[in-house]
């Protein structure tokens, strides 16, 4: 694909570095500095204003796959997509900084069907996104990861390999799982690999399942310890983005408590927020934290524009003995090191838009449905013709590791044994690592 990415920062830099192998990028920002910090890339820059016409035709808009404008003002996104729609028959991508401008332009499209907000194909508000995943993970107890398909009645779960873990230690082919789920993969030292009947789980390995949400429900109360569900929750940084999560958290019957060391902000917070507790202090104060029973929460999300301060937030929160600790940094990489040292689930910003954009935009036309384990890993859906010869699922030997996890069948969702017959038409989602997509849907195919 080519690809226009209109502002040169942080968020594009994400955008181009897990891009730029496999696609024809242009960058755009009136400021060459910024530009020269695009230089270890293998992209075209342009520098100029993606506002102004003649800079989109010398980006070449009309052979243009999909325009990005992720540029710090909401303003200029939005009109940098309403030019590139006029221009050329191009997927736009709008990044918005405020909530007001996510309203506004879904309103737009929704209530009055407007031609200007038609012209923005997709809008991304980042903010929007964390709080999204932090959500996911909050309502399942003890997993690391979530994600949904087949409309909910499928279901992707992650859990840590603990010292009370009752597969600790055992094999695959050792360990009871209902028929309802699969394990599709392991990682361990922050490595993914397709497990078999011997693989074993060690201490701090991560299992990655896969099934109906009834099944993954009933492997969650025997094997990972979530028999109660999510209760009590403290959220440390009354931010924008902590704001947003309570406002979700408070559509729960959880009980609520936040954190914000800034007192005006706590009368804002205060005023909109009803069934959350507001406290004024630092929650990077041990006397606080203990004084407010954090060590008893279920989950404490430390959710500030700081990843120090989230660190310290977090460790501390875990030392008290709060059974799950979520943190806010601000990119992947972080992420791993975050994990490596008591936090249990850590979450960048960044990294969950650029899979936004990987999953739902780039490679919709690849059958890429989601990505796993910082990418990693990858979910396809593919649908097989109706030439497909009818077979037991034993009977297909695939060319590389991966497991055929999801059958669709109509509205029917089938967790697939070696006796399960494939038929044409079915549509099968496939777990596998990211560097052997090519080989499964060239065999698939």
Not at 5 to 29: K, P, R, T
Not at 229 to 245: D, F, N, P, Q
Not at 246 to 262: G, P, R, V
Not at 359 to 386: M, P, S, W
Request: proline share 2%; with cysteine; glycine share 6%.
């Amino acid at each position: 694909m080519r690809i226009i990415i209109y502002g040169a920062n942080e968020m594009a830099s994400s955008i181009a570095a897990e891009f730029f192998e496999d696609h024809d990028i242009v960058l755009i920002d009136p400021n060459q500095k910024n530009l020269d910090a695009f230089s270890r890339l293998d992209i075209g820059t342009i520098c100029g204003d993606a506002l102004n016409i003649k800079i989109l035709e010398n980006a070449d808009i009309k052979s243009t796959d999909a325009f990005i404008a992720v540029s710090n003002n909401d303003e200029s996104n939005i009109i940098a997509c309403l030019m590139a729609k006029q221009l050329a028959d191009v997927q736009t991508i709008c990044f918005v900084n405020k909530k007001e401008s996510m309203e506004s332009l879904n309103s737009l499209k929704d209530e009055y069907k407007s031609a200007y907000a038609q012209s923005i194909d997709n809008v991304i508000w980042p903010q929007k996104l964390l709080v999204q995943e932090i959500f996911k993970i909050i309502t399942v107890p003890n997993a690391v990861d979530v994600e949904n398909f087949a409309h909910g009645r499928a279901r992707l779960l992650e859990y840590r390999i603990k010292e009370d873990s009752e597969l600790l230690n055992k094999k695959l082919k050792d360990c009871y799982f209902n028929s309802e789920v699969l394990v599709v993969g392991i990682v361990r030292d922050d490595e993914l690999f397709i497990p078999n009947g011997n693989s074993e789980f060690q201490l701090n390995d991560k299992a990655i399942l896969m099934g109906t949400p009834i099944g993954l429900d009933i492997a969650a109360s025997e094997l990972f310890e979530s028999k109660g569900k999510v209760k009590k929750i403290t959220i440390i940084g009354g931010g924008s983005a902590g704001y947003e999560l309570a406002q979700e958290l408070e559509k729960t019957s959880m009980n609520l408590k936040m954190i914000e060391s800034d007192y005006e902000r706590c009368e804002l917070l205060s005023q909109n927020l009803k069934k959350t507790l507001i406290l004024n202090g630092s929650g990077t104060s041990l006397d606080l934290l203990a004084e407010e029973d954090t060590g008893r929460c279920d989950v404490v999300i430390s959710i500030t524009d700081n990843d120090e301060k989230n660190l310290l937030c977090s460790l501390l929160s875990k030392q008290l003995g709060a059974k799950k600790v979520i943190t806010r940094v601000s990119q992947g990489t972080t992420a791993n090191l975050f994990e490596k040292v008591g936090v249990d689930v850590a979450i960048s910003k960044r990294e969950a838009c650029v899979n936004e954009i990987k999953n739902r935009i780039i490679d919709f036309r690849a059958n890429v449905i989601a990505t796993v384990e910082r990418g990693q890993g990858e979910i396809l859906e593919i649908k097989l013709d109706k030439d497909f010869k009818q077979r037991p699922l034993y009977e297909i030997k695939m060319p590389v590791p991966c497991v055929i996890a999801i059958i669709q069948r109509g509205s029917k969702v089938i967790i697939p044994k070696g006796q399960t017959t494939v038929r044409p038409n079915d549509s099968l989602l496939v777990f596998t690592k990211t560097n052997d997509v090519v080989h499964v849907k060239e065999f698939l195919k």
